[in-house]
């Protein structure tokens, strides 16, 4: 398939120049697949045709008419869905190893990312909207906001007056950040949780600045402070106790306001054979030693904490919220295990697909990426199996193209083991 690939790459590079002289165009047709939309739509025995950098046409075949001349890739049977999109990641603050970062992550699919509120320096700030071949996009929600946490991280800024609020939001909007990001948690008791004065302050000149604002959060009465302040999104679920009717009410008042759920461990052990060859045989083998050990002695804590959020999860999904893809951390295979655990909670594989893609691509107001349909970035995937099958057929990826282009998933593979 790889061969094909290349092979079809050069010729459209030898091809000449188009009438205008000025430019050269590629056009690709690619058919017998099952496409994917990420909408919530399917099209069965699909067409799509890539012109230059984006989707030209989009159809099943017995429509594609004309649309079947030129050079054309059989897909012979494979999955095509868009790419993932990161909507809670944290990237290096070093530019080698964030770049680094970007190309492994998008080695198994996910084409674009938000680092969120541990970023320190220019680094992040600097490299939104860069575009480099084989690295996924990025962006950035520069330093965040959380009230003092001696012990943890000291990127973020640490307020306890409403001044103080204002001005690092203010510092932020010079830097034309993403989002604003907020901390609202006591950490088990250890700290002070940002209190509702000072996160409204927050939400308030955020707002006063067009920014939005996403709050990491632990309690539900938290969480229903914050929708009376106006946040945005929540970078986590609810985690300390199921939902009520008057958390739904809030939420309902306010349907803007999204949900990236970002899962905990469930507590069960999850098969990671997958990784084989795309990471350190060391640290697969430690993995999987963790996985056995999970099998052998369950943890009740951790299949409890994991039923709350996933009872949680499916409650807003079904009340309508729209919920949206993360998976906090920078693991790079991290978007395959998420995306298994949003369906474990009770969410269907296709709307947890919408959730990672066209649901992300909005709330990060990508408009130009996020669901294969006409005019979009050529952004997708294309895989052995059907994920709506079963939806850890995900990481069964032949290829991955970005731009209109397949990504040199070898050289990157390379890097991933050290080669």
């Not at 070093?94 to 084409?111: A, K, N, P, V």
């Not at 998933?409 to 390379?414: E, F, L, P, W």
Request: aromatic fraction near 6%; include cysteine; charged fraction near 25%.
């Amino acid at each position: 398939m790889r061969s094909r690939f290349l092979i079809v790459l050069l010729v459209l590079w030898g091809c000449g120049p188009s009438d205008s002289g000025n430019e050269m165009t590629s056009t690709t047709v690619f058919e017998g697949v099952r496409l994917i939309i990420g909408n919530g739509s399917v099209i069965e025995d699909a067409v799509f045709v890539v012109e230059d950098e984006s989707f030209a046409w989009v159809g099943s075949r017995s429509d594609a008419g004309d649309m079947l001349d030129g050079t054309r890739i059989d897909l012979d049977g494979a999955t095509v869905m868009p790419t993932l999109i990161n909507a809670h990641f944290h990237l290096s603050n070093d530019r080698s190893e964030r770049i680094s970062q970007l190309q492994h992550t998008l080695y198994y699919g996910t084409t674009a990312a938000i680092s969120l509120g541990l970023d320190e320096g220019e680094v992040g700030l600097q490299m939104r909207g860069e575009e480099m071949a084989d690295v996924a996009r990025s962006q950035s929600a520069g330093r965040g906001i959380t009230s003092p946490e001696p012990g943890r991280t000291e990127v973020p800024y640490w307020i306890t007056s409403e001044d103080e609020a204002r001005a690092a939001v203010l510092e932020l909007a010079e830097q034309n950040v993403d989002f604003v990001k907020i901390w609202v948690d006591s950490r088990g008791g250890s700290y002070e949780r940002l209190s509702p004065e000072l996160y409204g302050a927050v939400i308030d000149e955020a707002h006063k600045n067009d920014l939005r604002v996403t709050a990491h959060v632990y309690r539900l009465e938290d969480a229903k402070g914050l929708l009376r302040a106006g946040v945005d999104m929540f970078a986590h679920g609810i985690r300390d106790m199921d939902v009520d009717d008057e958390l739904i009410e809030l939420w309902t008042d306010r349907p803007q306001v999204v949900l990236v759920p970002n899962l905990p461990g469930s507590g069960v052990p999850s098969d990671l054979s997958w990784l084989d060859g795309t990471i350190v045989a060391s640290e697969l083998e430690e993995m999987l030693a963790g996985q056995e050990l999970m099998e052998n002695f369950p943890s009740p804590v951790a299949q409890e904490r994991f039923g709350i959020q996933a009872r949680n999860l499916v409650r807003l999904h079904e009340a309508g919220v729209t919920i949206s893809f993360g998976t906090d951390g920078s693991s790079p295979w991290a978007p395959h295990l998420e995306l298994e655990d949003m369906v474990r909670a009770g969410m269907s594989a296709a709307d947890v697909i919408v959730s990672a893609t066209a649901n992300s691509a909005a709330l990060l107001r990508m408009e130009d990426v996020g669901t294969v349909q006409v005019g979009k970035k050529a952004d997708f995937i294309v895989l052995e199996a059907n994920p709506l099958d079963d939806i850890t057929n995900t990481r069964l990826i032949k290829a991955v193209y970005m731009n209109g282009e397949v990504v040199d998933r070898q050289a990157i593979q390379s890097q991933l083991i050290g080669g």
